[in-house]
């Protein structure tokens, strides 16, 4: 009689574990970041990855990723695999030298002790040639600025935006990237606004925007096709004059 409750509770071990291990849930992944690129640009992308043993305290997380690409070259990732107990983390992807689509592919475990669980997620990522817009601000005054607001427009759509310091009598370059799968041809207006509440410094004009206008799509030299990233790429590059505002003096 010994035996026989010996042997029933071995066996009744397993079963415990495995009705543990279901009641975590199945491996769940997401991955965060941006779905449209430029032909060699970096980007950092956050990925999370919850369920399965993996939850259990003492479980961890683990991936490997890797780039589905068509043709070209220059793509990887960085870092390529990981493990954390978290099931956060975060890996940069720099796109093909060519216009394509790409799949950033990701193979992840869940485990805890002997028990492990496995899922494959898919991101779909379109690599485009970029339109370029780089803006020179300099400043002409004496004294640097710090943290000065500078942002890009396309047809009225604010695309990018950030903040630079600039030395006293240099300049400072912002370049962006623009790229848009559903582009239409024909022109675009390119807006660049510096300090738009005024806040900080000023063209020597007194205004604070530039604007001008580019021109993607057929020409006489041919067409291009801004589905497939072969678009005609312009650099607007704008010297902007600025200088710092004097505080107002009180009056005695």
């Known amino acids: 009689m010994i035996s026989l409750v010996?042997?029933?509770?071995?066996?009744?071990?397993?079963?415990?574990?495995?009705?543990t291990s279901a009641s975590l849930g199945p491996v769940y992944?997401?991955?965060?970041?941006?779905?449209?690129?430029?032909?060699?640009?970096?980007?950092?992308?956050?990925?999370?990855?919850?369920?399965?043993?993996?939850?259990?305290p003492g479980g961890n997380f683990s991936y490997k990723a890797s780039i589905l690409a068509a043709e070209g070259g220059g793509q990887f990732v960085d870092p390529s695999n990981g493990i954390s107990s978290t099931g956060v983390f975060r890996i940069n992807l720099t796109a093909p030298s060519d216009p394509q689509d790409i799949t950033l592919r990701l193979n992840v475990t869940s485990s805890y002790e002997f028990s492990t669980e496995r899922?494959?997620?898919?991101?779909?990522?379109?690599?485009?040639?970029?339109?370029v817009i780089v803006a020179t601000i300099k400043n002409t005054g004496d004294v640097g600025v710090r943290g000065v607001p500078v942002s890009f427009h396309v047809d009225g759509v604010k695309v990018y935006d950030?903040?630079?310091?600039?030395?006293?009598l240099s300049s400072k370059t912002v370049r962006y990237n623009w790229t848009d799968p559903e582009m239409r041809q024909g022109e675009h207006v390119i807006t660049v606004m510096l300090d738009p509440d005024n806040k900080l410094v000023e063209f020597e004009t007194g205004g604070s925007t530039y604007t001008t206008t580019i021109f993607v799509g057929a020409t006489s030299y041919g067409s291009t096709d801004a589905m497939?990233?072969?678009l005609f790429v312009a650099?607007?590059?704008?010297?902007?004059m600025i200088y710092n505002r004097p505080k107002k003096r009180r009056m005695r």
């Not at 449209?36 to 043993?53: D, L, Q, T």
């Not at 650099?235 to 902007?240: C, Q």
């Open 228 to 230: 497939l990233g072969v």
């Open 29 to 56: 992944v997401s991955i965060d970041g941006k779905n449209v690129v430029a032909v060699g640009e970096r980007w950092e992308y956050v990925v999370n990855v919850i369920g399965g043993p993996g939850s259990q």
């Open 6 to 19: 010996s042997i029933f509770f071995l066996m009744s071990i397993p079963l415990i574990a495995a009705a």
């Open 235 to 240: 650099s607007v590059v704008l010297s902007l």
């Open 119 to 131: 899922a494959v997620k898919d991101f779909a990522i379109k690599v485009l040639k970029p339109i």
């Open 162 to 168: 950030a903040t630079v310091d600039i030395d006293s």
